[in-house]
C-alpha cells in the first residue's frame, strides 16, 4: 500500500457515514485478536472516568495498542504506513466488513496471529520470555498495556 493517509481518511469516513469510529493499525504490530479488545476497553474505562490523554477514541486506543504515552511514538509503532500490507481495524458503531469492503479488502483474522516478532517490537526481552510458555508470549504486550495504565 503506498496511500495510507488516503486510506485511513477513507475508513474514517465510511465509519462517519454510519455513525461511527475506526482505527486503522499495522497488523504486523498486533499480537492477537486479545491485545485490541483489551486496549479498547482500557481506552473507553479512561475516557469514561476522565483520564484520557487523546481527544477522540480511536486516538485513546492506538496509546493503549501501542503501550505508549505519546501519540506520535505510539503511531510510529503501530499506524498504518506506505508499505503496511497487512491491517487490523477496530470499529466503534459501525460495521466493520463495511468498511473494509469500501477499501477493497477482506476479513482475514489470521492476520492478528501473535508472533514472537510482534511480542519483542513492544522492547519485551528475551529474559521476559523466558518467563512465559512460547504460546503466552502476547500476555506480556497485554502486561504492558497494563502498565501503562498504571503509569498514567
Known amino acids: 500500500m503506498t496511500d495510507a493517509r488516503g486510506l485511513v481518511e477513507?475508513?474514517?469516513?465510511?465509519?462517519?457515514?454510519?455513525g461511527g469510529e475506526v482505527?486503522?493499525?499495522?497488523a504486523d504490530r498486533v499480537a492477537g485478536p486479545?491485545?485490541?479488545?483489551?486496549?479498547?476497553?482500557?481506552?473507553?474505562?479512561a475516557?469514561?472516568?476522565?483520564?484520557?490523554?487523546?481527544?477522540?477514541?480511536p486516538m485513546e486506543t492506538l496509546l493503549y495498542?501501542?503501550?505508549?504515552?505519546q501519540i506520535a511514538t505510539a503511531q510510529a509503532k503501530m499506524a498504518v504506513r506506505?508499505?503496511?500490507?497487512?491491517?487490523?481495524?477496530v470499529a466503534w458503531r459501525c460495521d466493520p466488513d463495511d468498511v473494509l469492503g469500501l477499501l477493497g479488502l477482506r476479513r482475514d483474522?489470521?492476520?492478528l496471529a501473535p508472533t514472537l516478532e510482534k511480542v519483542r517490537a513492544f522492547g519485551i526481552t528475551a529474559t521476559e520470555l523466558a518467563t512465559v510458555r512460547d504460546d503466552q508470549s502476547a500476555e506480556l504486550v497485554l502486561e504492558?498495556?497494563?502498565?501503562?495504565?498504571v503509569a498514567r
Open 47 to 57: 475516557r469514561q472516568e476522565g483520564r484520557g490523554a487523546a481527544d477522540s477514541l
Open 34 to 45: 486479545e491485545h485490541l479488545l483489551v486496549a479498547a476497553e482500557r481506552a473507553e474505562r
Open 82 to 89: 506506505p508499505g503496511s500490507v497487512r491491517l487490523a481495524l
Open 144 to 149: 504492558r498495556i497494563a502498565l501503562l495504565e
Open 23 to 26: 482505527l486503522l493499525l499495522d
Open 109 to 111: 483474522d489470521r492476520v
Open 10 to 18: 477513507r475508513a474514517r469516513a465510511e465509519a462517519a457515514s454510519q
Open 65 to 69: 495498542a501501542a503501550a505508549e504515552r
